[in-house]
C-alpha cells in the first residue's frame, strides 16, 4: 500500500488549508485511516482517525471544531479540512492507514505510512 499526501503550504493564522492523502496498490488492505503530526522539535503526535466506512472519526482535543477528515473508498482519497490555523499547527502531518476497520489514534495500530506534507502557519 502507497500513501501520498498533498496540500501542504505556508498560510496565516486564521487561514484555512486542506490536506489529501491518496492511496494504491493493496487498496483493499486499507481500513482505518488516520492523520498524525509532527511539529519541529515534537514527538509525533494523533490529529485525527476514521474508520473503514467512514462514520467514526476521532478528533484530538487540539483540533477538534477546527478540523474535519473525511474519506471516499471509490477514489480513495483522505482528506482534512483544516480551518482556523494557528502557528500550533505548524507541522509535517502524516496519512496513515490500518488493516483493521477501526478508527483509532494510537500510532501502533497503523501498518503504512505517508512521507508527509508540510504545513507552516505564520502570524
Known amino acids: 500500500v502507497r500513501l501520498v499526501e498533498s496540500g501542504g503550504g505556508l498560510v496565516q493564522v486564521g487561514d484555512s488549508l486542506r490536506l489529501s492523502c491518496a492511496w494504491s496498490?493493496?487498496?483493499?488492505?486499507?481500513?482505518?485511516l488516520a492523520w498524525f503530526r509532527q511539529g519541529p522539535g515534537k514527538e509525533r503526535e494523533f490529529v485525527s482517525g476514521?474508520?473503514?466506512?467512514?462514520?467514526?472519526?476521532l478528533y484530538s482535543d487540539s483540533v477538534k471544531g477546527r478540523f474535519a477528515i473525511s474519506r471516499d473508498n471509490a477514489n480513495h482519497t483522505l482528506t482534512l479540512q483544516m480551518n482556523a490555523l494557528k502557528v500550533e499547527d505548524t507541522a509535517v502531518y502524516y496519512c496513515?492507514?490500518?488493516?483493521?476497520?477501526?478508527?483509532?489514534?494510537?500510532?501502533?495500530?497503523?501498518?503504512?505510512w505517508g512521507q508527509g506534507t508540510q504545513v507552516t502557519v505564520y502570524s
Open positions: 496513515a492507514a490500518s488493516e483493521g476497520e477501526a478508527a483509532d489514534r494510537r500510532e501502533g495500530e497503523f501498518d503504512y
Open positions: 476514521i474508520n473503514w466506512i467512514g462514520r467514526r472519526k
Open positions: 496498490g493493496r487498496t483493499g488492505s486499507v481500513g482505518g
